[in-house]
Structures are given as C-alpha cells and as structure tokens.
C-alpha cells in the first residue's frame, strides 16, 4: 500500500529554510575564517655565515666597552658642543683619557675582526634586535680616541682610529636591514670628523696607506638596494612570526596598528598582507637600484589599510648616498695630498692618480653617472660632488653642512639642499 506524498506545511518550510541558511552560514563563516587565516608560503632566505664572522669580534669588543658614560660626556666635550643643563656632569681631559686608557683590550679585539669577513645575523622577528647600540658606543670610543691623538699631535694615530670607525661602520653593513643601515652612516660621520682635520698633516708614506686602506673600506659598502632586500625580508619574516602568534589579532599588533584601525585586523587576511608588503618593498628596491640623482618617487601605500601600517618608510637614500659621497671625497683628498707630497703639486686631473694612488675615481653618488669633478685653482683645487639636487654649480659649495671653521653655515645637508657638496668644507 502506498503512502500519499505529503506537503511540508509553511511552518515545515521555514524552519528548513532557517536550517538550511544557519548551515549554510556556518559553512561560509567557516570557509571565511579558514580563508583569512590561511598562512602563505614564503620562502626567506638565509644568509650563508663566515666563520669566523668578524661580527663575533665586533661584539665581544662591545662585551669588554667599559666607562661608556666618560665617553659620551667626552664626544661632547671634544667637539664644543656641550648640552645645556650638563654643569658638573662634564668629564675632565684626564678623566677621559683614562677611560679611553681603559678601553684599549676592547679596540685591540674589534681590530683583530677587521681579518675577517663581516655578516650580520638575520633579523626574522620584530621583537629582535640587531647589535647596532653596541656598535655605535665602539664607534664613540674610536672618535674619542681619535680626537685625543689629534690633539696631542698625533696625526697618524688619529687616522687609524677614524679609518677603524669607519671600517667597522661599513663593514656592519652586510646583512643588516634599514635601522641598522640608517645607524652606520651616523657611525661613519663620526669617524670622519677627525679624519677631515688631519687629512693634511701626514707624511708621505702614511697619506698613500690611509688613502689605500680607505679605499679597500669604501669598496666594502653595501648598496642602499640591498640593505632594503634584507629589510624585506625582516618584514615578512616578521609578520609571518606574528601571523603564527596566537591572539595575533587582539595582541599582537598593537605597536604597529593604530587604536582607531584595530577592529579592521579581523577582517584581513594573512597573504593580502604579505602580498600588499611584498610588492611594496619589490617597488622600493626596484627605485634603489638606480642612481639617487633620478629622484624617483617612493611608490604608494597599499590600499588596505592594514597592509600600509607594515609599509612605514624609516629609511632614506640620501643619508646612504650622502656617506657614499663624503668617503669619495676624503678618499680623493687623500690621493691629491699624496700626489702632491711627492710630486709637490697637484695633478692636472684625477686620471693621474690611477694606478699609484688609486685603484679607479670614485663615482659621484649624486650624479646619474661619472666621476667625482675635480679643477686646479690658483690657490690649490676644487674636488666636489654635484650635491643632492644633481646640478653642477661649478663648486660653489652648499649653505648647509659647512664646517664652522671654514664658513658660517651650520645646519647640516639634507635631501632639499642646493649646492655642490665641496671636499673639506660641507662635511656636516
């Protein structure tokens, strides 16, 4: 016997409709979540380690840095520039040639690093830190050191611990992302400060090594393109970290995530994130491959609001360039006054330094190509870069990072300066 089909009644039909849409939704809610969280793949290079690596030097010098205080109350006081509020803070000269006394074990191991090759450990999470404080109080100690020397005559002690500043500032530079690349170049400055006043006052002999010496440092700089691929790198590592982090929505980014756009963290997803940062850092690196004179525009945000917040902009090109630029022309300056000490003039040109004094001209940072310009004046020459606005005024050096003993200009170069970048006189 047959059983007569039956008609769901309305009531039937719409608590199978809510069923079928509560699964549903689960299901969607589900694939969503699933989707949203899903990690990408990404491989991170690992850099390959030299062993030994001089970064284990660099930092067993810092282990054994002592009266660091004393040495940062003297960067001050050698170079006139005393802070205001530091009334009885100040160290005396005798004081602080104790400290630098105290500190020789720890400049005699940095300079057993300079055998070796330098590599910085990767850094693969925002909470890791790479070494640089340390670096920077070494680079403090050497300046100090440099600055007693010279004033106590010793001009070729003061050139090797501005060099050895400036070999460990630069060599620091492979594998280290943008804080730590921006950092070096204020290291650098440091080194060269000294290096600038007794350029001048070294015999024959020691004007060739320095200038040899120096330009083997120079060659060791790491191209502002590559420290930005290493940044990349940290960043996503970084963020992958935190993507595996649980409560990564609620806690983990806070530090970067403003309060007003938090709430958007739960909606966003993993790769979206990964992707948005990758092209991002791709477009930056793209642009730093070229000269800085082309000025191209740094590309533009993502457009998720999430992604942007890992895209923060802390490093320039400028100061990289800048550096590179400033070692050029000190190097070049070394080279004339060799040049000269033996041949007791200048060169008509710089190709006249190559191959006694120079190995090849260092190119203008500035310049979309070429070398440095050089020209005999009656009084001696004129060596300059074309400076950060990329136009050849003939030497006629900027307003700004003039040396106080040469002119009256005091603020120090910045990207916006005009004017060429004159060797001796804007070295700040």
């Not at 960067?75 to 005798?94: E, Q, R, S, Y």
């Not at 966003?268 to 994130?273: A, H, I, N």
């Not at 041949?343 to 710089?350: I, N």
Request: glycine content about 8%; some cysteine; aromatic content about 10%.
């Amino acid at each position: 016997m047959t059983r007569p089909d039956r008609t769901l009644t309305t009531g039937e039909k719409g608590l199978l409709w809510w069923v079928t849409a509560f699964i549903a939704a689960v299901l969607g809610g589900w694939w969503w979540w699933t989707d949203i969280n899903r990690m990408p793949e990404i491989a991170i290079p690992e850099p390959v380690m030299p062993a030994p690596n001089a970064l284990d030097y660099y930092l067993e010098a810092g282990s054994l840095l002592t009266d660091q205080p004393v040495i940062q109350g003297a960067v001050h006081v050698l170079n006139d520039d005393i802070p205001k509020g530091w009334a009885g803070l100040v160290p005396t000269m005798a004081r602080i040639e104790a400290a630098v006394t105290a500190n020789g074990p720890a400049i005699a191991r940095l300079r057993e690093g300079f055998q070796h090759p330098y590599q910085a450990e990767p850094l693969r999470s925002f909470r890791e830190f790479g070494p640089q404080h340390i670096l920077s109080q070494i680079a403090e100690t050497l300046h100090v050191e440099a600055e007693l020397c010279r004033r106590r005559g010793d001009a070729t002690g003061a050139m090797r611990s501005g060099l050895d500043c400036l070999e460990m500032a630069i060599s620091s530079q492979r594998g280290c992302a943008l804080l730590a690349g921006n950092q070096t170049s204020s290291d650098e400055a440091l080194g060269r400060r000294t290096l600038w006043a007794v350029c001048h006052q070294l015999s024959a002999r020691d004007t060739r090594a320095s200038a040899r010496r120096l330009e083997r440092i120079n060659a060791m700089r790491v191209r502002y393109a590559e420290i930005l691929e290493e940044e990349k790198w940290h960043r996503l590592a970084s963020l992958m970290d935190r993507f595996s982090t649980p409560g990564w929505r609620k806690h983990g980014c806070r530090d970067f995530v403003p309060s007003t756009r938090q709430w958007q963290l739960w909606g966003v997803k993993k790769r979206d994130v990964i992707t948005d940062v990758t092209q991002y850092m791709d477009r930056r690196i793209a642009n730093a491959r070229r000269p800085y004179a082309y000025k191209l525009l740094q590309p533009a945000l993502p457009d998720n609001p999430i992604s942007r917040c890992f895209c923060i902009s802390y490093g320039s090109y400028f100061f990289h360039s800048y550096a590179d630029a400033q070692d050029s022309l000190l190097l070049v300056t070394l080279a004339l006054q060799a040049y000269k000490l033996d041949h007791r003039r200048y060169p008509a040109a710089l190709s006249n330094l190559v191959p006694d004094y120079l190995s090849a001209i260092p190119r203008d940072a500035f310049a979309k190509s070429g070398p440095l310009q050089y020209k005999l004046t009656k009084t001696g020459y004129l060596l300059y870069s074309v400076g950060p606005d990329g136009t050849d005024d003939g030497g006629t050096p900027s307003r700004d990072g003039q040396n106080p003993k040469v002119a009256t200009g005091q603020s120090s170069l910045r990207h916006y300066s005009t004017g060429d970048i004159v060797a001796g006189v804007n070295v700040r």
